[in-house]
């Protein structure tokens, strides 16, 4: 792999690969085009950085996390410039609504344990809706965009959203993580 | 646990689940809504080929002879053939019976109808003393309803009706008897018209002075009124007596 050998041919190449797919995820998380690239620029960089000694198993999962932890640490520190608002604060509203009453149980419930029980969850839904789930909630895509690359409407979209963040509230209450 | 960690913690999902979120496509791509119709106009072209070739296929054996097809037929359905034969000729059987009541019933209407019928011309037209003793007889039929039935009565009155023709066709005395047997309804016992038709060479009108029905027992004689409505020159007065008679007894 080129990065391992720290030949800059590996940053163009994976500008030129994934460049179009990590732009948009971050696109989606700020809302913003030149936020979007500039967090794609720290994304290459903090790779450039990484690798190695990280040795992804899978690159493109491990890129893309590293521009939504870009997208994100931007994000959150435009907003505690200037408070919410924009479509980018819908998601985590939502998310709150789904985790309200769970500050008690939070000391008490490891970090690891959620993950698990929400990976279980998500194993459990049809493919499209877990897609769906994580392009909403991993992504912050708008439901606009959910519509138009799910091939349905936005009516449908929220209504689909609102039932999987029912059933993953139900079911992170039975394994007692709520 | 607030959004914001929540947020973090989805970070940590598997990575084939966040390539496939990232980049699963569902838009349906518009040459996959042609597939279907192209998959039928497929199926109607074929369809349209290879169906005038089946139908163009000639029978398997032209050149057997009917007889011979027939023979070889029935040696094949020998067992199926009389059961289907039973269960027709009890439906047939049901059917004729049913047709049989059908009619009857038919019958008996149309006789009544033309109960009314010859009342009506009678009263109308009155063109010869035939018809007015006739109308009289017929009424005398008509008022046996209350004691026979319906279909003793029209079978009386078509009785009259013969003669009434009779009377007409001819200026000579005749007399005639019909003998009524064959009642649909049942065993009811014989009834006789008897009629009878004298010819005389007086203008005058007949006066029919008694009528003996022995099934109605009702005596009609012709009003001056009537007579007076005729002004048709008669040159033949015909008498005719229809007498309609009961052979056992008074019904």
Known sequence: ?178 | MNPNDFADLLNDLPDEMIVSANTATYKRRPIRIYIPAAAACAAVLLAAVLYPKLHMQSPERLDSTPEAVMTEITSQTELTEPALTVTQTVTTATAASRTEQTETAQSTVTAAGSTTALHTTAFTTARTVTTRQTTATVTAASASVTSHSETVTAAAVTAVSEAQKTALSTTEATTGTIELTDFPEGPVEPVTVVWETAATDSGEFFHNEEENCGIGAETTTDTAESIESEETTTTTETTTTVTATETEGSL
Request: charged share 30%.
């Open chain 1, 1 to 178: 792999m080129l990065l391992q050998r720290r030949e800059e041919q590996a940053l163009r190449e994976t500008e030129q690969q994934y460049g179009a797919l990590c732009r948009s995820a971050a696109l989606d998380i700020l809302g913003n085009a030149q936020d979007a690239e500039e967090c794609l620029n720290d994304a290459l960089l903090t790779v450039w950085n990484s690798i190695p000694p990280a040795e992804p198993e899978n690159y493109p999962a491990f890129l893309l996390k590293i521009v939504r932890n870009a997208a994100l640490d931007r994000l959150r520190s435009r907003q505690r410039g200037k408070r919410g608002g924009g479509q980018q604060d819908a998601p985590l509203e939502e998310l709150a609504g789904m985790l309200s009453g769970s500050e008690d149980v939070e000391q008490q419930v490891e970090r690891r344990e959620m993950l698990e029980a929400v990976t279980r969850f998500l194993e459990t839904l049809p493919k499209k809706q877990r897609d769906l789930f994580l392009r909403r909630y991993w992504r912050f895509s708008s439901a606009a965009d959910l519509a138009r690359d799910f091939d349905m409407t936005e009516n449908h979209v929220q209504v689909m959203l609102s039932r999987i963040r029912s059933r993953l509230r139900k079911a992170l209450r039975k394994e007692g993580l709520l």
